[in-house]
């Protein structure tokens, strides 16, 4: 399951790519975020890996395994995220427009076992839509810098 999402920000590309790595403005933005384990490499640095964690409804927490796979400085930032029922790639490109920043956000979930993908392809328009909630969260707090 692919889908991208397009966000206009007022902010520098620095300043986004800054914010884009940051564990305590995640904490603000991500849904259901609420700490981050780093086990090798630092914080969200390439080849870092790290264990998310997130508050479930039910009480309990997730871990999900993070692997920063690709960065270049004000441009770019990806990563995998890995569960024992899915991988998903991210791709996190800063491109500068001159009067705004677009960020554009890809990312490939695979499902595993497959047919846990005919749930995703069901739930693809919810995901989606909670995404781009987050990063409009995220819009918001950079730009009241």
Same mark, same amino acid.
């Given at each position: 399951?692919?889908? +991208?999402?397009?966000? *206009?920000?007022?902010?520098?590309?620095?300043?986004?790519?800054?914010?884009?790595?940051?564990?305590?403005?995640?904490?603000?933005?991500?849904?259901?975020?609420?700490?981050?384990?780093?086990?090798?490499?630092?914080?969200? *640095?390439?080849?870092?890996?790290?264990?998310?964690?997130?508050?479930?409804? +039910?009480?309990?927490?997730?871990?999900?395994?993070?692997?920063?796979?690709?960065?270049?400085?004000?441009?770019?930032?990806?990563?995998?995220?890995? +569960?024992?029922?899915?991988?998903?790639?991210?791709?996190?490109?800063?491109? +500068? !427009?001159?009067?705004?920043?677009?960020?554009?956000? *890809?990312?490939?979930?695979?499902?595993?076992?497959?047919?846990?993908?005919?749930?995703?392809?069901?739930? !693809?328009?919810?995901?989606? !839509?909670?995404?781009?909630?987050?990063?409009?969260?995220? !819009?918001?707090?950079?730009?009241?810098?």
């Amino acid at each position: 399951m692919k889908f +991208d999402i397009r966000i *206009k920000i007022n902010q520098s590309a620095k300043e986004v790519f800054q914010s884009m790595l940051s564990t305590q403005l995640l904490i603000k933005w991500e849904t259901n975020f609420s700490g981050f384990n780093p086990i090798k490499g630092g914080k969200r *640095k390439l080849g870092s890996t790290a264990y998310r964690i997130y508050n479930e409804a +039910d009480g309990t927490t997730t871990k999900i395994k993070e692997e920063v796979t690709e960065i270049e400085s004000g441009k770019l930032f990806a990563y995998q995220l890995t +569960d024992k029922n899915f991988i998903s790639y991210v791709t996190c490109k800063i491109v +500068d !427009k001159g009067d705004y920043i677009l960020l554009v956000e *890809k990312t490939d979930i695979k499902f595993r076992p497959a047919i846990l993908g005919i749930f995703g392809l069901l739930m !693809k328009g919810s995901m989606k !839509k909670r995404r781009e909630a987050d990063l409009l969260v995220f !819009k918001e707090l950079i730009e009241s810098k």
